[in-house]
């Protein structure tokens, strides 16, 4: 197991015992880090990844504090690392993508007016490699969004948009602990645009297979990792 997800076991386990409760702050780093046996970067690690997630409130020179949110909904964020290792459902849902979202990206290059490429255009250009991971996440879930807004078919767009909204967390962990994963993904978005602005719907099947089977593979290697 990575030590920065041993971090966040560790920082669970306080949770379950009650001995951090919604509001209460962290110990000193330095204190925290040796009494769970860490280093300060894998805690400090884990602290900014529990941070992206809504478990931890880090609130500049005054410390981290848990959030406000009651005990089930802050042990089921935090239990998403588990389920990352353990419950191939994750991985399930990217598979689906990856068969249906190809299709509405197929439909949209067929059904897209010029003006609708250009903004979807404008969508990839607002955002660069120095984004944050948060921002990145929430950019890749409108462009997918919007593509398969641009398919014409509701009920497919609708589909789409709850199994995206479903993997939120997973991609924004790979964010976090891929390196790369940022400049990755906002190559692999232009060229998924590049390719519709072609007309060419073959091509853009074939680019979003492959994005959406990245990040599948990257899920498939930490499902593998031991526990």
């Known amino acids: 197991m990575a030590v920065t997800d041993e971090a966040i076991l560790k920082i669970k386990e306080m949770l379950l015992a009650g001995e951090l409760r919604p509001g209460d702050r962290l110990p000193p780093e330095k204190e925290l880090s040796e009494r769970l046996g860490l280093s300060r970067s894998s805690l400090r690690e884990a602290v900014k990844a529990l941070e992206?997630?809504?478990?931890?409130?880090?609130?500049?020179?005054?410390?981290?504090?848990?959030?406000?949110?009651?005990?089930?909904l802050l042990l089921e964020a935090i239990g998403f690392v588990v389920d990352l290792h353990h419950d191939g459902t994750i991985l399930e849902l990217f598979e689906v993508r990856r068969i249906l979202e190809p299709a509405a990206a197929a439909l949209a290059t067929r059904r897209a007016t010029r003006e609708a490429l250009a903004e979807l255009g404008a969508l990839v250009a607002a955002v660069d490699p120095h984004t944050s991971v948060e921002n990145l996440v929430e950019h890749d879930l409108a462009f997918?969004?919007?593509?398969?807004?641009?398919?014409?078919?509701?009920?497919?767009?609708?589909?789409?948009?709850?199994?995206?909204?479903?993997?939120?967390?997973?991609?924004?962990?790979?964010?976090?602990?891929?390196?790369?994963?940022?400049?990755?993904?906002?190559?692999?978005?232009?060229?998924?645009?590049?390719?519709?602005?072609?007309?060419?719907?073959?091509?853009?099947?074939?680019?979003?297979?492959?994005?959406?089977?990245?990040?599948?593979?990257?899920?498939?290697?930490?499902?593998?990792?031991?526990?």
């Open 52 to 72: 992206v997630i809504r478990v931890l409130d880090v609130r500049r020179g005054d410390g981290t504090y848990v959030t406000s949110l009651e005990p089930r």
């Open 144 to 227: 997918h969004r919007r593509i398969a807004d641009l398919s014409g078919n509701s009920y497919l767009s609708g589909i789409l948009d709850q199994l995206s909204s479903s993997t939120h967390r997973a991609r924004i962990w790979r964010g976090l602990t891929e390196a790369g994963a940022v400049g990755r993904t906002l190559e692999e978005h232009q060229a998924i645009l590049d390719a519709m602005l072609t007309g060419d719907s073959d091509l853009v099947r074939s680019r979003l297979t492959t994005h959406i089977a990245g990040v599948e593979t990257w899920l498939a290697r930490a499902a593998e990792r031991p526990a």
